[in-house]
């Protein structure tokens, strides 16, 4: 299977951004792997209407399809805005909207419903690693949140988004080595957490690494192209 390199650009991203998008798809033809933008949804559209071989995704949907619910998005508007996948259970969701693994798996079935390609998101913090704990944590985030049919594994570390550190090459195939003894044979398993183009390629190199979920470095066309090209 072809590498997945998903760009989340989080809530970065201006009308000018489209700059660097149109800058990713006249590359994209250039590299094997596939390449997903995670834009904010008030992006969505307009890099939609641009064309091309890079797929789109929102970063996060709601449970329901519609209704009364101020400000939230749901996987059919994003479905509708243009994009096919959809990130669901990120860390910084988790921790700033308190989404729990059921919540995520809502997340997850509203997203398939919808026609999207689900990445769950799962990654242990900093003092789980610490005690041992990393596989024990991913493997009950897995439990509680992964949906029934297709879907993407973001394996994320919390200690290593945005901050630079990256697990040892050991420890990310071992906890990618669990991941696919969960959940067998056939899903992608993507590494997430601190991801740049000078990382890159010992990461996606790795047994078990299908791909990479970049916040930082996939805001740039260089940086993520300097990613892509980095892909087996
Ligand atoms: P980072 O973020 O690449 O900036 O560490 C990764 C993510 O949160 O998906």
Redesign the pocket.
């Known amino acids: 299977m072809t590498a997945l390199i998903a760009g989340?650009w989080?809530m970065n991203g201006l009308s000018p951004a489209r700059e660097e998008f149109a800058a990713m798809i006249a590359a994209a033809h250039d590299h094997a792997a596939q390449m997903l933008v995670c834009p904010p949804a008030t992006l969505l559209a307009s890099l939609s209407a641009m064309g091309g071989d890079v797929a789109l995704g929102g970063q996060d949907c709601h449970v329901n399809e519609a209704g009364a619910h101020t400000g939230d998005i749901s996987a059919q508007m994003l479905a509708d805005a243009g994009a096919t996948w959809c990130?669901v259970g990120?860390?910084?969701r988790r921790a700033d909207h308190a989404e729990s693994d059921s919540v995520v798996k809502a997340k997850a079935v509203a997203a398939r419903k919808a026609g999207l390609t689900p990445i769950v998101?799962v990654g242990e913090v900093r003092e789980a690693r610490e005690a041992g704990r990393a596989e024990a944590v991913v493997e009950a985030q897995l439990s509680g949140s992964l949906p029934e049919g297709p879907f993407v594994v973001?394996y994320?570390p919390v200690w290593?988004?945005?901050?630079?550190l990256v697990p040892s090459e050991d420890d990310i195939a071992a906890m990618h080595a669990a991941i696919r003894q969960q959940i067998g044979a056939g899903p992608r398993i993507l590494y997430?957490?601190?991801?740049?183009p000078s990382n890159a390629a010992a990461i996606l190199g790795l047994p078990e690494v299908g791909g990479a979920?970049?916040?930082?470095?996939?805001l740039k066309a260089d940086d993520f192209l300097g990613i892509v090209r980095a892909a087996p």
């Open positions: 989340n989080k990130i990120h860390s910084e998101c973001a994320e290593a988004i945005g901050t630079g997430g957490g601190s991801v740049k979920l970049v916040g930082g470095a996939s």
